[in-house]
């Protein structure tokens, strides 16, 4: 069956079929779940040998990948980011292709991509503060979403990118509404943008009551199961450790929590807990009640946001940046309680 054919079967026309099928926000969402359902009804598959050569694309989307990330290929977000754009490349006839290179190579690489023109756009991976990388793309002339944004980068680009401060402003909010006064902030490295947008959310929800951030509760790094141990392990010998901790990633908080359990300390009465867990698919915050409270957004929607922003600029030929802000939401679990009554001391 070809477009023509599932336009037919279906009542619309060809263009507001294949709008349905790239993702384009003017058709609505019931036309293209209905669009999709006959899609795969009839095993419609897109022509991609037809469209290469009727519009003269590569058909294919680039991710270029540095080895200094290389955690990222089995990072669940990078995995649950590549699953939505993947629903979304597969829909248009799209191709992923997926480069791993070294740091010093990154520039090389996205400039062989331009030349070789097997990609028609390229998704920018863990954006970090004046990130080099847009310039270059922008002067490439190649079409590129960004998953995230860049702190004092020119705003002239497309992006798709979680409220960050936000986020971290309401979480910090909430362990303060709950009597704690003594809060770390267990972060990612603070020259990634997201890590960076944070850190100020923290900081500004502590400023509004008052408060100053302590340095010794503030530690960035590797968003890993043991960085989130190590840092929890060390902060409880403090003379004045933290009633909560607010980490950056699930599998920090993870750490935390094994750190309170070799202390005999738990999670929700001695020390609160507050991640952002980006909706998981392969790491869920628990079942029919979550684990941990935790500032929520799904980064597979992210990235079906991200590839059909730039599918769209790939078939309009660009023109002005796109930019879509996602909210979190906070949602509540087990995790979290009033602060820990200090013992009281006797002159």
Not at 150 to 177: C, H, I, K, M, Q
């Amino acid at each position: 069956m070809n477009l023509k054919q599932l336009a037919e079967e279906l009542g619309l026309s060809p263009t507001t079929v294949s709008r349905a099928l790239n993702g384009y926000p003017e058709v609505s969402e019931a036309t293209r779940l209905r669009v999709a359902e006959a899609a795969r009804h009839y095993n419609y598959r897109p022509n991609t040998q037809a469209k290469r050569l009727a519009t003269g694309r590569a058909m294919a989307i680039g991710h270029i990948i540095p080895l200094s990330t290389r955690h990222e290929i089995v990072n669940p977000v990078f995995a649950d980011f590549i699953a939505g754009a993947g629903e979304v490349y597969a829909r248009a006839g799209y191709d992923m292709v997926l480069t791993i290179v070294p740091d010093s190579d990154e520039e090389r690489a996205y400039r062989e991509v331009r030349s070789k023109g097997n990609v028609d756009g390229i998704i920018v991976h863990g954006p970090k503060v004046h990130d080099a990388r847009l310039p270059l793309l922008e002067e490439l002339g190649l079409p590129f979403v960004v998953h995230g944004r860049s702190l004092g980068a020119d705003p002239g680009y497309s992006w798709v990118d979680v409220n960050n401060t936000r986020a971290f402003e309401r979480a910090t909010s909430f362990l303060l509404d709950l009597g704690h006064r003594r809060i770390a902030l267990v972060n990612g490295i603070e020259t990634m943008d997201f890590a960076a947008r944070r850190r100020h959310g923290f900081e500004r929800a502590l400023a509004a009551r008052g408060l100053a951030a302590d340095p010794a509760l503030m530690v960035a790094g590797e968003m890993t199961e043991a960085q989130g141990h190590d840092v929890m392990r060390d902060m409880l010998t403090l003379p004045d450790p933290p009633t909560a901790v607010l980490t950056a990633s699930f599998l920090s908080a993870i750490g935390v929590r094994r750190a309170l359990w070799e202390r005999g300390l738990r999670m929700g009465r001695d020390v609160s807990i507050v991640t952002h867990d980006d909706e998981l698919g392969y790491l869920r915050n628990g079942t029919d009640e979550p684990i941990f409270t935790a500032t929520r957004s799904s980064v597979r929607e992210a990235g079906r946001r991200c590839a059909a922003m730039l599918l769209r600029r790939i078939e309009s030929g660009a023109g002005a940046p796109e930019t879509d802000l996602m909210e979190a939401t906070l949602v509540v679990g087990a995790s979290t309680g009033p602060a820990p009554r200090r013992p009281e001391t006797i002159d």
